[in-house]
């Protein structure tokens, strides 16, 4: 079984612009959860999405969003990008309350 | 509202001795308790997990946690380090609630191994 799969793995972007990341979980886990790891911290979490719905949201301004599709996969969108936005995003997916699989996440930086 | 503090930001040690990396945790629930890995430029991999069976568990390249419930702690241990056990550590916590599970994640251990 593959694991779970982020694109891109790295991503370059200018001050003001909007990203999109995406991540496919493990096939047979419906929840979806973003996190930000800056460097030297531990990951933040954002968001999680379970069965298409918001289950959680943490404490992110609102250019941050995300949505999960029919297929489990989901997106996680950054609008008016700054240059503290820069970190490593990382997917994980959970089937239940179970232990969390990541993803090897996506490194943006913000310029 | 769940909190994890790791106790220690970076820890060295010489190899083929023992590694103590400690834990307390914070939940208003029954938690659910983790130790991830991650090396350079990786992303977080499973060391081991509690889920409230045995207090003693068992993880992946010789690592054990004991969980103590009266102290709050999750203390990892592996009796004799390896050069390739030099990596990040996370201690994190899980919660079950109805509106969510939200992982929290301790600040980090940094594991320097020397030869």
């Known amino acids: 079984d593959a694991g779970v799969t982020q694109s891109p793995t790295h991503l370059i972007k200018t001050r003001g612009q909007h990203v999109t990341l995406r991540c496919s979980p493990i096939?047979?886990?419906?929840?979806v959860s973003w996190y930000q790891q800056v460097l030297g911290q531990g990951p933040q979490f954002i968001f999680q999405?379970?069965?298409?719905?918001?289950?959680g949201r943490g404490n992110f301004p609102d250019r941050f969003s995300a949505r999960q599709f029919p297929n489990y996969s989901s997106e996680l969108n950054v609008n008016a990008l700054l240059l503290g936005d820069s970190a490593l995003y990382l997917c994980?997916?959970?089937?239940?309350?179970?232990?969390?699989?990541f993803g090897q996440g996506t490194r943006l930086t913000v310029v | 509202a769940q909190s994890v503090t790791q106790l220690d930001s970076h820890v060295s040690v010489s190899e083929g001795t023992p590694v103590l990396l400690r834990c307390n945790y914070s939940?208003?629930?029954?938690?659910?308790l983790f130790w991830y890995v991650q090396h350079p430029n990786k992303g977080l991999q499973l060391l081991l997990k509690?889920?409230?069976?045995?207090?003693l568990v068992k993880g992946i390249n010789g690592f054990e946690a004991e969980f103590k419930k009266s102290e709050t702690s999750f203390h990892l241990t592996k009796p004799s380090a390896h050069m390739s056990d030099a990596a990040e550590y996370f201690c994190?916590?899980?919660?079950?609630?109805?509106?969510?599970?939200?992982?929290?994640f301790g600040g980090g251990t940094r594991v320097l191994v020397k030869p």
């Open positions: 994980a997916s959970r089937r239940g309350n179970t232990e969390a699989f």
């Open positions: 999405y379970y069965e298409k719905e918001e289950r």
């Open positions: 096939s047979g886990h419906k929840s």
């Open positions: 939940s208003s629930y029954s938690p659910s």
């Open positions: 994190v916590v899980s919660e079950r609630k109805a509106a969510g599970n939200k992982l929290t």
């Open positions: 509690y889920t409230s069976a045995a207090t």
